[in-house]
């Protein structure tokens, strides 16, 4: 049992940075690998990061690789995505998510925040 909620979405243009965060509520979450999807109307959810319990092991798609970076603090319950060079391709509904490993596969994660949306304007 936890609860994810992430912050820091917002209207942004293209070339700018932004920083999203998850809070997690729950007593065991330094046990989980945790990830970043993103979603727009219409499309499946689409992998965008992830992380192993310790902060180890990052996994990322290839269309955010040298633009994004994951990070976590389990001290505070909390993942980050850094986002950097943002596109106006990057506009979605981002969700974090907690799983056993940080697998690239929305089934692989079952515990979901409601998302932030992140929109860049050309």
């Not at 293209?14 to 007593?27: E, F, H, K, N, P």
């Not at 046990?31 to 499309?43: C, D, I, P, V």
């Not at 902060?55 to 603090?73: C, E, H, L, M």
């Not at 909390?78 to 950097?84: D, S």
Request: charged share 15%; proline share 2%.
């Amino acid at each position: 049992q936890v609860q994810l909620v992430e912050y820091g979405g917002g209207l942004v243009q293209a070339g700018d940075s932004l920083r999203l965060s998850c809070v997690a509520s729950g007593r065991t979450f330094s046990s989980y690998a945790m990830g970043w999807f993103r979603q727009t109307q219409g499309n499946e959810r689409e992998f965008v990061a992830a992380i192993n319990w310790s902060g180890f092991t990052t996994n990322y798609a290839d269309s955010v690789k040298g633009r994004f970076t994951i990070s976590r603090d389990n001290a505070k319950n909390t993942v980050y995505l850094h986002m950097f060079s943002l596109k106006p391709e990057d506009t979605a509904l981002y969700s974090c998510a907690a799983g056993g490993m940080p697998g690239l596969n929305a089934y692989e994660y079952h515990f979901w925040g409601q998302g932030t949306q992140v929109t860049v304007s050309s």
